[in-house]
C-alpha cells in the first residue's frame, strides 16, 4: 500500500501546476456535489431550502431556465454538462485567489477545452442528425462549402480555447507591469488585493467563464436544432 501511495505522490508532483490546480478544482467540485446533492435529497417538499442548499437550488434553477431557451424540450440532456463546464471554468478563472496556478494558463490546458468543444458539437450533431444527415448540413448551401464549413467548424471551438488562454496570460502581464511600477511592498499588496485581483480573477474572470458557457451553448443549440 506505502509503494502505490508513493508512486501516486511521485506521479502528481511530476504534473505541472495546472494540471494540479486542475485535479483540485474536479476534487473539490465533486466534493461540493455531493455535499449540496445531500442537503437538498432531503429537503421536505415544503421546506424552504437554506445555505448550500439553497444556493443549489437557485444556481441549477437558474441554469435551467436558461438552457431551456436553447435546447427547448432537449435542456435535460445537455443541462449537467453545461453545467459542469461553467463551474469548472469559473473555479479556474479565480483558484489564483488561494495562491494556486490557473489551469488556463497552460496552452495546453486551454487547448483541451478547444478540442472538448468541438468534439461534443460534433458528437452531439451526429447522434441526432444522423453521420450521413450531419454531413448534409455541412455541405450546405452547396457540396464544396463543406470545406469552409468544416474549417468554421474547427476554428469557433480553438478560438473559446484560446480566449480563455489569453485572459489569463493579459492579467498576468498587465499584473507584473503593475507590481514593477508600485516600488514599495504596500503599494504591491495594496494593487494586488485593492484593483488586480478583483477584476481580473473576480471580474474578468467569472466573465470570460459565462462567456465560454455562452458560446458552447450556442453552437451546440445550432448543431442539435431540428
Known amino acids: 500500500m506505502n509503494e502505490l501511495l508513493d508512486s501516486i505522490w511521485e506521479d502528481l508532483t511530476s504534473l505541472s501546476s495546472n494540471i494540479r490546480s486542475s485535479l483540485i478544482i474536479i476534487v ?22 437554506r445555505g448550500l442548499a439553497f444556493i ?6 437558474m441554469i435551467n431556465e436558461f438552457l431551456k431557451g436553447f435546447f427547448n424540450e432537449k ?8 453545467l459542469t463546464i461553467f463551474l469548472f471554468v469559473a473555479f479556474s478563472n479565480i483558484i489564483s485567489l488561494v495562491g494556486l496556478n490557473a489551469p488556463f ?8 477545452f478547444s478540442v472538448l468543444a468541438f468534439g461534443s458539437i460534433q458528437i452531439m450533431a451526429i447522434r441526432q442528425h444522423g453521420l450521413f444527415g450531419r454531413i448534409k448540413n455541412l455541405s450546405q448551401p452547396a457540396v464544396p462549402m463543406i470545406v469552409l464549413n468544416l474549417i468554421g467548424e474547427m476554428s ?17 502581464v498587465i499584473a507584473t507591469i503593475v507590481y514593477g511600477a508600485a516600488q514599495t511592498w504596500y503599494l504591491q499588496i495594496f494593487a494586488g488585493a485593492a484593483i488586480l485581483h478583483p477584476i481580473f480573477d473576480l471580474g474578468f474572470g467569472l466573465i470570460q467563464a459565462f462567456v ?14 431540428d
Open 212 to 225: 465560454f458557457f455562452m458560446l458552447f451553448t450556442i453552437f451546440l443549440s445550432m448543431a442539435v436544432e
Open 75 to 82: 435542456w435535460k440532456t445537455f443541462a449537467p454538462f453545461l
Open 56 to 61: 443549489g437550488v437557485t444556481f441549477v434553477g
Open 28 to 49: 473539490f467540485l465533486m466534493i461540493m456535489a455531493v455535499i449540496i446533492g445531500n442537503k437538498v435529497s432531503k429537503l421536505k417538499p415544503n421546506e424552504t431550502p
Open 156 to 172: 469557433t471551438p480553438l478560438a473559446m480555447g484560446l480566449r480563455l488562454f489569453g485572459n489569463l496570460i493579459s492579467g498576468a
Open 105 to 112: 494558463a497552460n496552452i495546453s490546458v486551454a487547448l483541451s
